[in-house]
C-alpha cells in the first residue's frame, strides 16, 4: 500500500504543473488579444475569397486539360480498331509517348521542387495506404516484365516492315518501362501529399497524370478485348485491324520464341490493365488533396491477424482452389475445339461453377450485413476525398457487371430460356445483380464504421525511488501486479462486464469470416474473366439475339470495369476486415 503512495503524489504534482501551464498560456493569449496581436485575421475574408478564386481556377483548368487528353485519345483508339479509317497504331503510341514524356517530366520536376520547399506538403493519413502502394508496385513490376516480353516479340518482325510503325513498336514498351519506373516510385513517396505550394501547376500535372494513365487504360483495354473477342461467323475487318501489327499473321519471325512472349504478354495484360487503374485513382487523390490540410482527429492503428478466424478463409481457399481447376478445365475445352457435346459441357461446367461461387457469397454478404444490424460502432463523420474515392469507384465500377447482367436477363427472358445452358445463364445473371447490390451495402457500411480498437487497461507501476530507498533495511511490502485483478476492456475502449465483450468479440469474429471469404471468393471471380474467361461468346444466345457488334461492345466496355470491380472489391474487404 505504501508503495503506490509516491506514485499518486508524483500524478499530482504532474497534474498541478500542466493545469498552471495552461493558465499561463490563456493570460498571454489574453495579452496578446489586448495588444492587438491578432489584427490581421480581420482580412481573413478577402484572403479567403481569393483563394477560393484561386482554388476554382486551378480545378477548372485541370479538369479541361483532363478533358481534352481523354477525347483526343479515345478519338485515336476508335480510329485505330476501324476499318475504314487511316489511323495507324503507331500515331496512337506516338501520342501516347508524348504524354509519357511530358508526365514523366512533371512528375520529376514535382519531386525536386518539393524536397527542397519547407512545409511544401501536409500528409494525409487516409490516402496511399500500404495495401494500395503495395498492390501498384506489384502491378508495376508486372507490366514491365510485359513489357520486356513485348520487346522481345516485336525485335522478332523488324525485318518485315523496318519502317517509322515497327520503330515505333518497339520503342513505345521500352519508354513505358521508364515511365512506369518514374510513376511507381512517384506515387509510393508523395500519394499521400497534400500540396500546398504551386497549387495550380500541381492539380495539372496530376489531371495530367490522371488522363495519362486513362488513354493508357483505354488503349490496353480495346487490344485485349479484341485479342479475346473472337466470332466463328463474324467478319474478322475488327480483330485484324487490333493493336498488334497486321504483317504478323504473313511474316515469320526472326527468332524461335515470338509465339511464346506474345502468348506471356497477352497473359499480363491484366495486370498492366489494374496497374493504370491503380494509378489512376492514386492521381485522382491527390489532385482532391491539393490544398487541403488533413485533420489532426484521433488515427487508431490497426494491425493485420488471423487469429480466432478459421472458417472463412479455410472456406475461402477450397472455393479458390475448386473455381481454378475448373477454370483451366473450362479454357482446355474451350481452346481444344472439339465437339459441340464437350463444348457445352464446359460452358456448362463454368456456369456451375458461378453459381455456386455467387450464391454462397450472397448468403455471407446477408449474415454481415446483419451483424452491421447489432453492431452499434459510430459511423465516421470526417469527410475525406479517400473514402469518397473508394466508394465511387466501387458503385461506378460495378456498373460494368450490372450492364452485362441485365442485357444477359432480357435476352434469355425474351427467348424464352430455353435449354439447360439458357437457364442457367439466365439464374448467374440473376444471382449476380443480387450479389453486387449485397456486396456494395456491405462494403459500404463497413468502411463508414468506426474501426474496433482495444485500449490497455491500467496498471500500477513500480516506483524506482521508493524501491531504491528501501536498501537501508526496512521492508516495503510488494504489490504482487501478476495476480492482481485486470478490468475487462471492450474493444471500444470502456470497461464492461466478460459477457458484454464475449458478445461483441463473437461479433467482430463474424464480420471478419465474411470479409475473408468474400476477399478470396472476388479473387476467383477476379481471375476467371482476367485470364481469358468469356461464356458471354462461348455461348452465343446473347450474340444471336442482340447481333455480334453490339453484343462485343456491350461486353467489352463492361467486362473490365467488372474486372476492376473485383479486384476494388478485394482491397476495400481488406480495409474492412482489418477495421472489424
Known sequence: GRLVIPVIHGAESVRRAELEEAHLSNNINAADSAMGVTEPEMDTSSTE?????????????????????????????????????????????????????????????????????????????????????????????????????????????????????SNVKVVFPVIQIVFVLVQTYFLWIHSRDCVQVQKNLSRCGLMLTLSTNLVLWIAEVTEESLHQTIFPHASTNLVSQSLTNKQHDTCECSHSSCDIFKEAYYYLYPFNIEYSLFASAMAFVMWKNVGRVASHSNHHHVRFSLKDVFIGPILGILLLVAGIATFIEYEIDIKANSNEESHDAAVMMHFVMNIVTVTLMSVCTIIGSAIYKVDHR?????????????????????????????????????????????????????????????QNFFIIEGLHREPFHEVEADTVVENQYVAESSKDGSKIEKVDLDNMPKPDVEARGHSLPAEHKHKLLWKRRVLREVSAFLLLGNILLWIMPAFGARPQFDHDSETQFYQSSMWSAIVNVGLPFGIFYRMHSVASLFEVYLNS
Open 378 to 438: 459510430e459511423h465516421i463523420s470526417e469527410k475525406n476525398p479517400t473514402r469518397s474515392l473508394d466508394v465511387g469507384l466501387l458503385v461506378g465500377a460495378s456498373l460494368g457487371q450490372f450492364i452485362i447482367s441485365y442485357f444477359s436477363i432480357v435476352a434469355m427472358v425474351a427467348t424464352g430460356a430455353k435449354g439447360y445452358l439458357n437457364r442457367l445463364n439466365l439464374t448467374w445473371g440473376i444471382l449476380m445483380v443480387i450479389q453486387l447490390g449485397l
Open 49 to 165: 475569397g481569393a483563394r477560393d478564386r484561386g482554388r476554382n481556377w486551378g480545378w477548372m483548368l485541370s479538369a479541361i486539360i483532363c478533358l481534352n487528353i481523354l477525347i483526343l485519345g479515345c478519338a485515336f483508339v476508335c480510329g485505330g480498331t476501324s476499318s475504314s479509317v487511316s489511323i495507324n497504331t503507331s500515331d496512337l503510341q506516338i501520342f501516347i509517348l508524348f504524354l509519357f514524356l511530358l508526365t514523366s517530366i512533371w512528375m520529376v520536376y514535382y519531386t525536386i521542387y518539393n524536397s527542397r520547399t519547407e512545409n511544401a506538403v501536409f500528409k494525409d493519413r487516409h490516402a496511399g495506404p500500404i495495401w494500395l502502394r503495395a498492390g501498384l508496385l506489384l502491378f508495376g513490376i508486372l507490366s514491365v516484365i510485359m513489357d520486356v516480353f513485348k520487346i522481345a516479340s516485336y525485335v522478332g518482325y523488324l525485318h518485315c516492315d523496318p519502317g517509322v510503325s
